[in-house]
């Protein structure tokens, strides 16, 4: 293992124990039966406490670490110019992990949907002057979708929900979210 590479982030035995919002690995405790871990924001809409400040703050440290070094990085989708694919820097293992441990709660708010997580596409996306400054309208790719917020300064930054495909509020903005951290 590289000493340069915190071994909480790299090592996925560490995921439950190092990454974990307290009260996300105490709902798993309890049997990851109920919904009470989780607020729901809008419909089909729900966040909760996923990740610790710590665990954000180590992978905020460990993107700005790859970006220091001036390595190539694919772009994480067509809209995004900037970003980081996570899998592509030996986080797949640390967040298939994560997916395991999240799978529970996909199950319940999403029956169909949640039924089988069995690949993620992890990356996190940067926007700033110069660079990307938002993203367009679009649907995911993606039978469940998880956004996590990792932090940092920011303003603006919304997640904004346009209705569901197919429905007369498709394309419509019907709620936007504002990002905390490790939600």
């Not at 966040?47 to 772009?75: I, W």
Request: net charge negative; proline share 4%; aromatic share 8%.
């Amino acid at each position: 293992q590289d000493p340069q590479k915190p071994p909480t982030l790299f090592d996925s035995s560490e995921v439950r124990s190092k990454w974990l919002h307290p009260a996300f690995s105490a709902w798993l405790d309890e049997g990851a039966g109920g919904t009470e871990v989780v607020r729901e924001e809008a419909h089909e809409v729900y966040s909760f406490p996923l990740l610790c400040e710590g665990a954000c703050e180590m992978l905020r440290q460990e993107v700005d670490n790859f970006h220091a070094t001036g390595l190539q990085a694919r772009r994480p989708n067509s809209m995004n110019n900037y970003g980081l694919i996570l899998n592509d820097i030996g986080l797949r293992a640390s967040l298939s992990e994560l997916q395991r441990h999240v799978a529970p709660l996909a199950r319940l708010l999403f029956t169909a949907e949640g039924a089988s997580l069995d690949d993620h596409h992890s990356f996190v996306v940067s926007y700033r002057e110069g660079e990307d400054l938002g993203l367009d309208m679009h649907t995911d790719d993606s039978d469940v979708t998880l956004n996590v917020c990792l932090g940092d300064v920011f303003e603006g930054a919304g997640l904004t929900f346009c209705g569901d495909v197919g429905s007369p509020r498709h394309r419509f903005a019907t709620h936007q979210y504002q990002h905390e951290l490790g939600r």
